[in-house]
Structures are given as C-alpha cells and as structure tokens.
C-alpha cells in the first residue's frame, strides 16, 4: 500500500522561492522513479519535475533553470525547490512514481498548495 504526503506549500510572491518536500512509504520502492505534478481545477495533471532511481532528472520547458527536484533515498523523500515563481506556477504539487499510476484506483496524496500572488 502506497503512502504520499507532500509539504511546503503556501503564499509567495512572484519572484519568490519554496522548497516542497514529500514522504513516501508502502509498496514505492526506494529505488522508484519519482515525479512531482501539479494540477489546476479544471485542467489536467502536468508533470513538474522527474528523477529516476540514479539521480538523472527530467523538467519541462517551464520548469528548467528555476525549479530543481532531488531525492533522499535514505529517508524516502523528495524534494522540489521552486524559485522565480510566477503567478502561472499556482496550482496543487503532488508527488508519485514516475510514470504516474492511470486509472481509478491510482493513488494520489492530499497535495500541497502553492499560491503565487502579490
């Protein structure tokens, strides 16, 4: 059984950084490739960042140069700093394995906010 819990989230003006951390335990293994994501209501979950069981990362576009995602395998936690944050970056972050799970019965965590407004 998989557990997330993702944290760090929460109201930061442009230009301004977080750093959101996520746990991870049950069936994930440490070596799993992970991802973190991101959702607005009403559009699709996009992928934020992946790293793979070795270390090699994976950004979008819009993540590359201001985002960096890192893995402590020791603890079972990731971890995405976020700086240069735009208005366009608000959204939920979740984290899971990367590929993320598909179907109804995938799990996700709760997710952690991020509000990016003056």
């Known amino acids: 059984q998989v557990h997330l819990v993702e944290s760090g989230g929460g109201l930061v003006q442009p230009g301004g950084s977080l750093r959101l951390s996520c746990t991870f335990s049950?069936?994930?293994?440490?070596?799993?490739?992970m991802g973190w994501y991101r959702q607005v209501p009403g559009s699709q979950r996009e992928l934020v960042a992946a790293?793979?069981?070795?270390?090699?990362?994976t950004l979008p576009d819009f993540a590359e140069g201001r985002f960096t995602i890192s893995r402590d395998n020791s603890e079972n936690r990731l971890l995405l700093q976020m700086k240069s944050l735009k208005p366009e970056d608000t959204a939920v972050y979740y984290c899971?394995?990367?590929?993320?799970?598909?179907?109804?019965?995938?799990?996700w965590g709760q997710g952690t906010q991020v509000t990016v407004s003056t």
């Open positions: 899971n394995t990367f590929p993320p799970p598909t179907g109804p019965r995938a799990y």
């Open positions: 049950g069936s994930i293994v440490k070596g799993s490739h």
């Open positions: 790293i793979s069981s070795g270390g090699g990362t």
